[in-house]
């Protein structure tokens, strides 16, 4: 069963533009983590955040989460040709046991 | 090791075949996944082991039976399938933070690049 929505469902972006990407969550949550998943092959983990943290970085990017309005957002800055995939948030609930998916968004970045 | 392995990294079988999907990971990790994801949607989760035992079957048909023999290999055996199996099937591993209350991961997870399978 999905957990969150994602918005958008697809972007396309010039190189060297930035990428946001929205979640959004129904229950409440222990943390949320964003994967990247390149075009038929395995989930990449890029970032998780703690439902007690409001922003996170790592390289060119930069999480948000709100809990107060459940949602979470991923900003790609400076993006590049490489930059295209899947994008997947996913959160592990208070009792941590399992993680759930929400349906993604497609980015194409070109070049 | 940072990475999880799976074979085959295709299949095709009819549906009287019996088959077996492996996955392997060196991490020391003691939890581990089965995915099965269609075209165009998000990974879904069929079952999760950790330290070995099954501790979560998300309903799935008993066609689908998972094995865990040791603490570094997943098994996935097949049996009977329909076509609206195809699909990717993913493993995954994670550190376990505990067993308590059914509790198997808060971590990041690791992924195979899955197995791509039709059934016939």
């Known amino acids: 069963s999905q957990q969150g929505e994602e918005d958008p469902q697809a972007l396309s972006i010039q190189e060297g533009e930035n990428a946001t990407m929205n979640c959004s969550y129904k229950t409440s949550i222990n943390n949320l983590q964003w994967y990247r998943q390149n075009s038929g092959r395995g989930l990449v983990h890029l970032i998780l955040i703690r439902s007690n943290e409001r922003e996170k970085h790592s390289g060119r990017l930069r999480v948000t989460l709100d809990t107060s309005k459940k949602s979470s957002s991923l900003l790609i800055t400076a993006s590049r040709a490489a930059d295209t995939a899947s994008y997947f948030c996913a959160t592990v609930g208070l009792y941590g046991n399992k993680l759930v998916f929400g349906a993604g968004t497609i980015l194409r970045v070109k070049s | 090791d940072t990475e999880v392995t799976q074979t085959p990294k295709h299949l095709v079988m009819g549906m009287t075949n019996k088959k077996s999907l492996k996955c392997e990971q060196h991490?020391?990790?003691?939890?581990m996944y089965w995915y099965k994801q269609k075209a165009k949607k998000p990974p879904e989760l069929m079952f999760v082991?950790?330290?070995?035992?099954?501790?979560i079957n998300e309903s799935v048909p008993s066609r689908f039976s998972p094995e865990c023999p040791n603490s570094s290999l997943l098994n996935l055996h097949l049996h009977a399938l329909q076509p609206e199996d195809s699909a990717l099937y993913l493993c995954?591993?994670?550190?376990?933070?505990?067993?308590?209350?059914?509790?198997?991961?808060?971590?990041?997870?690791?992924f195979g690049p899955g197995t791509r399978l039709t059934v016939l």
């Open positions: 991490m020391g990790h003691r939890a």
């Open positions: 995954a591993s994670s550190q376990d933070r505990g067993l308590s209350g059914g509790r198997v991961s808060y971590n990041e997870q690791f």
């Open positions: 082991y950790s330290y070995e035992k099954l501790s």
